[in-house]
């Protein structure tokens, strides 16, 4: 057992004690009952139970009190730095039962214990850190419980080897359409992705979590067992219609508009416990009020340099912050409302904490051949109707598409990185090029599909039903161009699935995004899905208007003016290189060179620094230099 191993038995003993359901030392007096499928005397209801829901079929959670022998049911890894961390999770446990689990690795045919740690309470989730990681080498693992409890999976090796790295973008996984997702799992499998990126909403059972985040593990178990995993929350993962999390403040209801966090502290923490405490260590890990923890962090794989973030926990709620324009707090209808009324100072978005992690994030290129931005939702509202075809909406504020200020500081952050964005949430399968202060001088995105389209649908409908200008040339689809959102972003739509039919089930736009980041021609490439597709067979299996390949570069759409003198380290085949602005200190970008010597771009005539180095800008080596206009870069 290591000394970590030991530590963590020290820390989490006390919280081992078996409670019920009704006490209100779980998660307080006012929630008696939540997550009571998992605490307390849970086997005494631990059977799919149906909940009665007015118009709608009964919701089915899962069986409970498995055989005792399947106790452990699945797990997710990241490994990154050296550090291999592990969370397995199990069913509730009986009081009788051993709350330890046990982490074993395979080597020359035999299995040795590494850790043995306690099961967490509440939430039965069993965390593994070790040190020293060897990331070279793939290692079988297993997760045991007692004599006959385990679960198997493979520790993938950092596939650096490999020229293009395969990613799963997927979100929004409804869990009323109960029971496995065989067609997406074997689809999953054939794509065979380097990691797994779950923007959010992983289940919709908003006080049932242990319960839901079971049925997910259930469903995905597969292919999450055997490659690094990204799992983030959103909304409805901590029990929320929508989330404007508002540093940890005390929501006046599950809606939210107000802002902050509705449940107890402890609920949300088990959430984010169970879904992210394999993800790296937390940049910054101070917790933020009533000691809700965050987890914002990066993860290298495969030469690709991932920021995680958490784009719904520091953001400003509506409510009482700006004039009221619609039905809703966060809906706006009027037309001619003044869109700098909701773009008032002092809004949130990622927070302060958060972009000082980008930009640190954007200057940092060890282990790293390209970068890409995460989060649950997009930074603009590429949706025009609502729920159902007939309900149009002018602007939506659950979105990073508000507020606009610090949509922009985000998108500028992210394009110092050349880095392109992927992310759920908004039940339509999009990919834009951003605009933050010109059409197109931003980066691409792609937001998913999502995995099972039955709770809200969403479409992109111009009104007026015309192209935007700079339309995509061929494209199948009748409305992509430069378009203004509601909030008065600009962006520049590729491609978008909208639903046909929401009443047949293979017609609701359901789905999920690959991406492939391929670091010799330093191109990605965003694919779009269908969910009712073998895409071993079907020659459609992609949704109209995908892929979309762009240069790495291209993620900074800026008008290049001219370039800087050549930029070359003796020794560093592909250096670090900053260019800054001397007028106003800016950093322009920092990224990795594609070769040996590197022509920087600018924008505009002036003087300019320019820094490089192995993996950080740490090296002056021009200072005051003028751009040589219309000159093209070798």
Known sequence: MTTHARLLILCFLPCLAPLHADDPSVFGEKFPKLDGMATGEWWKVAKPVDKPRKGRKPKKIIDMDVPREDVVA???????????????????????EPKVARLEFKNGGAWKEAASIPVTFPGWSAHFRIENWDNTQSVPYRVRHGEKAMFEGLIRKDPVDKDVIVVANMSCNSSRTPGQRPLIVKNLLAHDPDLLFFAGDQTYHHTQHTAGWLEFGLQFRDVLKDRPTITIPDDHDVGQANLWGQEGKQAETPAGPAGGYFYPPKYVNMVQRQQTWHLPDACDPSPIKRGITVYFTNLRVGGIDFAILEDRKFKTGPKGTIPKMGPRPDHINDPKYDRKAVDVDGLQLLGDRQLKFLHEWGQDWTGADMKCALSQTAFCGAVHI????????????????????????????????????????QHLGVSVKHGIDAFRDGPYAFTSPALINTIYGRWWHPEDEKA???????????????????????????????????????????GYGIVRFKKSTREVTFECYKRFTDVS??????????????????????????????VQ?????????QVIEDKTGEILYTVRAPG?????????????TVKAGKDKPDTTVHKGVKAEPGEKAK
């Open 74 to 96: 699945f797990a997710v890894y990241t490994h990154d730095k050296g550090v291999l961390k592990l969370s397995a999770q199990l069913y509730p446990l009986k009081p009788d």
């Open 386 to 425: 609502h729920g159902s075809p007939t309900n149009r909406l002018l602007a939506d504020l659950d979105s990073n598409a508000w507020p606009q200020t610090g949509r922009n500081k985000a998108l500028t952050e992210i394009r110092r990185a050349w880095a392109p964005h992927l992310c759920g949430d």
């Open 468 to 510: 935007g200008p700079h339309a995509v040339k061929d494209s199948p689809l009748p409305w992509t161009g430069d378009y203004l959102d509601g909030l008065g972003n600009r962006i520049t739509m590729l491609a978008y699935a909208n639903p046909e039919d929401r009443s047949d089930e293979k017609k609701r736009a359901d």
């Open 537 to 566: 067979k079907d020659r459609d299996a992609q949704f109209p208007g995908w892929p979309i390949t762009f240069k790495m570069a291209r993620n900074d759409g800026r008008k290049v003016f001219g370039h800087l003198p050549a």
């Open 569 to 577: 380290l003796e020794g560093v085949a592909k250096p670090v290189v």
């Open 596 to 608: 040996k010597s590197f022509r920087p771009r600018v924008y505009a005539p002036g003087t300019y």
